[in-house]
Antibody, heavy 122, light 107 residues
């Protein structure tokens, strides 16, 4: 079964750092782009960025460039989303998702992780 | 950045009714438009890709149409399990963008 399994919920204080993960299985992890999507409480979906685990080619949404870092470790089929200094406004659910076409970064997201809830509060 | 505008924001519908959700792009995106369903407390699920391509396992009452700037998701004969938020998404160019969503409630 093709799936993405994300790390568990996090509660952090403003200014703290955080790295959440997304582990792929059931397919060739290095051959498909993995994207990250934010969903703030009660709001819609926002695309943050995307990475190709095969060579770590990464693209960011202008809205998130410089605010987060996306990385991947292909040896353990895992993608990451990290913050160096969290803010209360980073409180949200974060989803990883796989693009359905292995040859393109312009495609639909066919497989989604279960989401990681990040709460930032003093 | 390509902006996607969905309408309506909210729709309350009785079972067996037909539901139509529209998504308008700020510039032409060909057929690079996809639709997702997100039920409460669940991850989004791909319903339709490239405007009208069906996805294996998705009920046939879901269909999509359109090209260029105007797209439609149709749910024929709504069922109670279809209560959810629906989002469009364009992959014509970076940054990838999503519509604001349409919440469908069952009366």
């Amino acid at each position: 079964e093709v799936q993405l399994v994300q790390s568990g919920a996090e509660v952090k204080k403003p200014g703290e750092s955080l790295k959440i993960s997304c582990k792929g299985s059931g397919y060739s992890f290095t051959s498909y782009w993995i994207g990250w999507v934010r969903q703030m409480p009660g709001k819609g979906l926002e695309w943050m960025g995307i990475i190709y685990p095969g060579d770590s080619d990464t693209r960011y949404s202008p809205s998130f460039q410089g605010q987060v870092t996306i990385s991947a470790d292909k040896s353990i089929s895992t993608a990451y989303l990290q913050w160096s200094s969290l803010k209360a406004s980073d409180t949200a659910m974060y989803y990883c998702a796989r693009l359905s076409d292995s040859s393109s970064l312009l495609d639909a997201f066919d497989i989604w992780g279960q989401g990681t809830m990040v709460t930032v509060s003093s | 950045e390509i902006v996607l505008t969905q309408s309506p924001d909210f729709q309350s519908v009785t079972p067996k009714e037909k539901v139509t959700i529209t998504c308008r792009a700020s510039q032409s995106i060909g057929s690079s438009l996809h639709w997702y369903q997100q039920k409460p407390d669940q991850s989004p699920k791909l319903l339709i890709k490239y405007a009208s391509q069906s996805i294996s396992g998705v009920p046939s009452r879901f269909s999509g149409s359109g090209s260029g700037t105007d797209f439609t998701l149709t749910i024929n004969s709504l069922e109670a399990e279809d209560a959810a938020a629906y989002y469009c998404h364009q992959s014509s160019s970076l940054p990838l963008t999503f519509g604001g969503g349409t919440k469908v409630e069952i009366k």
